[in-house]
């Protein structure tokens, strides 16, 4: 798995994908900051990578149910976070197990989105 993260997720994050042996960078990196989310999109799906993000949007942009315009990002996995910038290290470190599975059975399924969501206290899948 790789990892592009949105440029609202804290350094902490990279650290901690980094520290588990994931490949992971900031959209930054390739594109300027403040970029429209389907910049952003385009690029982690061009990349094969998962986007990570504490930005909503994204669930209009590339929704798992797609409508009209919509159905662009058809292979972007994302992964979104509502937690505190604060926590988002130590919860993504606690539910990589769960994304690392549900990431092996979205590749092996005809949808192969990975769709995950991380709380303070809740991990939720989207199959």
Do not use: W
Not at 28 to 51: H, M, T, Y
Not at 70 to 91: D, G, N, P, Y
């Amino acid at each position: 798995m790789q990892f592009i993260l949105d440029e609202n997720v804290p350094k902490s994050v990279q650290t901690q994908l980094v520290k588990l042996g994931y490949e992971c960078n900031f959209s930054r990196e390739f594109i300027p900051l403040g970029s429209v989310d389907q910049l952003v999109a385009f690029l982690s799906e061009q990349k094969g990578c998962i986007l990570v993000s504490f930005d909503g949007d994204f669930k209009k942009v590339a929704p798992k149910i797609p409508k009209g315009q919509r159905k662009r990002f058809r292979k972007l996995s994302r992964i979104q976070l509502h937690c505190t910038e604060f926590q988002a290290a130590e919860r993504l470190n606690r539910a990589i197990g769960l994304i690392e599975n549900e990431y092996i059975i979205a590749q092996n399924s005809s949808d192969q989105r990975m769709i995950v969501e991380v709380g303070k206290s809740f991990i939720k899948t989207m199959r």
